[in-house]
């Protein structure tokens, strides 16, 4: 197997441990320390179970042993794709004290991610849930070992049918777990993929847990708090900003959503006395919403987080008057740096921007096109290294091309400008990126399974603004042959099993691109005169 690393040069790995960042500190030691320390205390609360931070050591312990007794060997990887249940947690937990590396994947993964996870970590396992929402996992689980030789391994978390069933598992006294090295390698994260499917990023557990160990302090986490985890839990943003890493680290409550709609989750906040959560701004916008309507008592909210996309100023002043709670704006990514507004931040601070960095050695540079700085206060490219941020992906020279500087700063994709208070506010992506709802959407995977229809010529996919998602996609289609139906397209796209948020909102068929010189203009470009023409479009039908 390709060696998973993350290499910090030398002088920077000692500079971050002098400075304390990093500590030594591994995900294993950090579950048994906080066993040991709040024993008794509720660690989880899921849709009908309820566990302590002893019980979720001896779920997790008991994971281990069933994980290496099916022959798995420390530093494997497992693909790991759970709702948010509580088995979650023993599994990843579990997955750490043996030695393997979790490479984590969304619920709303299909086929086609789960190939190429699987491939390009090189995966030996695979751990789903019997069912969720609907959708069978295992049927997909058959697909998936069909095209992965090497996936030797199906664990199944529920009714398991021929695969393994993570209930049979048990302890064996006999099977101890040895520590990681701090610097090694803990868990595979995904991207949100700029340029065809998800790149795999390796997190250290000196790296990460200082991320979260730093976000708990800025967040006001202690072991009073109570932190609803909203969003999948595979997502970085509820996993460590501060997530809840963050919260078992101060020895916090953590309460699962099954969904993050309010009719599930005011509930919980209520029920629970939740103190903080995060969302992305589409489901912000509905909370706001069902808030003036729904009697629930939400005065236990003290902190409402949104990131993952920008909140629009107008969206985010209403935040404090309806929801009685203090509004943090994060801005971040799976790489590495995390930007927050502070909690006791002037409200126009909270409001108009989104947040200042972690860290005192998070080096944030703002670059035009060639890479020269740009006057303060003017819009760039944000490019970052940091004791957190990552200084390569996992088994991806390309992208490590595209992606990183000679000196090792990570080339974000964002455009921001930063204020006189070294605040960022987001203007937008650099690449041809679109951010539907928190979700990193490449167009160039997307044209490309249009490209797979018989009667499809040439497509170029771009963003369009959303009230609600803050994005949606919008597909520009030459059609050949007989000009297939919008809701025929959408259906050949799913055919292709891709996560559904993949599938274009919106379907335009057009003649040509009708531009000079087509064969000498980029994609990007091309997608910029598709845009602009057809926002002024839609522009001037709204002003007749």
């Not at 030398?10 to 048994?32: H, M, N, Q, S, V």
């Not at 088995?87 to 004290?97: A, H, K, R, T």
Request: aromatic share 10%.
């Amino acid at each position: 197997m390709i060696p998973l690393q993350q290499n910090f040069p030398a002088e920077f790995a000692d500079r971050y441990r002098a400075a304390g960042y990093w500590r030594g500190e591994t995900f294993p030691a950090l579950l048994k320390d906080r066993a040991k320390k709040f024993g008794n205390r509720t660690a989880v609360v899921g849709a009908d179970q309820r566990w302590t931070y002893c019980e979720l050591l001896q779920r997790a312990e008991i994971a281990a042993c069933g994980f290496l007794s099916l022959g798995l060997n420390p530093g494997d990887r497992v693909v790991v794709q759970l709702p948010n249940i509580p088995e979650f947690f023993s599994v990843v937990f579990g997955l750490f004290l043996a030695r393997l590396v979790p490479v984590y994947a969304l619920p709303a993964h299909r086929q086609t991610e789960i190939v190429h996870f699987a491939m390009r970590a090189e995966a030996s396992a695979y751990i789903v849930a019997a069912t969720h929402d609907g959708f069978d996992y295992r049927e997909l689980a058959r697909s998936v070992k069909s095209q992965v030789p090497d996936l030797h391994h199906v664990v199944v978390v529920g009714e398991a049918q021929e695969f393994t069933d993570f209930c049979d598992f048990r302890l064996d006294p006999a099977i101890g777990f040895a520590q990681p090295d701090p610097s090694s390698v803990a868990f595979l994260q995904i991207s949100g993929g700029s340029t065809g499917l998800s790149k795999l990023i390796p997190r250290t557990h000196d790296d990460y847990i200082y991320s979260f160990r730093a976000s708990a302090e800025i967040c006001g986490l202690t072991e009073e708090s109570v932190y609803l985890v909203s969003l999948p839990a595979a997502h970085n943003f509820p996993m460590s900003s501060p997530g809840y890493f963050g919260a078992f680290y101060v020895g916090a409550k953590v309460v699962l959503a099954p969904s993050p709609s309010p009719e599930t989750a005011f509930p919980l906040i209520e029920r629970e006395g939740v103190t903080i959560t995060g969302l992305v701004p589409p489901l912000a916008l509905l909370w706001l919403q069902a808030a003036q309507t729904r009697k629930h008592d939400l005065s236990s909210l003290q902190v409402l987080q949104v990131g993952g996309a920008k909140f629009m100023p107008e969206s985010a002043k209403r935040v404090r008057p309806i929801l009685g709670c203090t509004l943090q704006q994060v801005f971040g990514m799976a790489e590495g740096l995390v930007n927050y507004t502070r909690l006791d931040d002037p409200e126009e601070i909270i409001v108009e921007t989104q947040g200042r960095p972690i860290c005192p050695d998070d080096e944030v540079l703002i670059v035009d096109d060639q890479g020269n700085p740009v006057p303060e206060g003017e819009p760039g490219n944000l490019l970052t290294r940091g004791p957190y941020t990552i200084r390569g992906y996992h088994n991806d020279p390309g992208a490590n091309a595209r992606s990183f500087t000679q000196d090792g700063f990570y080339k974000t994709g964002d455009v921001v400008k930063r204020t006189a208070q070294g605040y960022l506010v987001v203007q937008g992506r650099a690449t041809d990126h679109i951010n539907r709802a928190g979700e990193k959407i490449s167009a160039d995977e997307i044209e490309d399974h249009l490209l797979a229809h018989p009667n499809v010529f040439d497509a170029a996919v771009v963003s369009i603004p959303d009230e609600f998602l803050g994005e949606r996609s919008c597909a520009f289609v030459i059609p050949q042959g007989e000009r297939p139906k919008g809701p025929a397209l959408k259906a050949f796209m799913r055919s292709r099993k891709v996560a559904d948020f993949k599938v274009p909102d919106q379907i335009v068929f057009v003649d040509s691109f009708d531009l000079t010189a087509v064969g000498k203009v980029s994609r990007k470009e091309l997608r910029a005169r598709l845009r602009a023409q057809f926002l002024a479009e839609q522009q001037m039908k709204a002003g007749q």
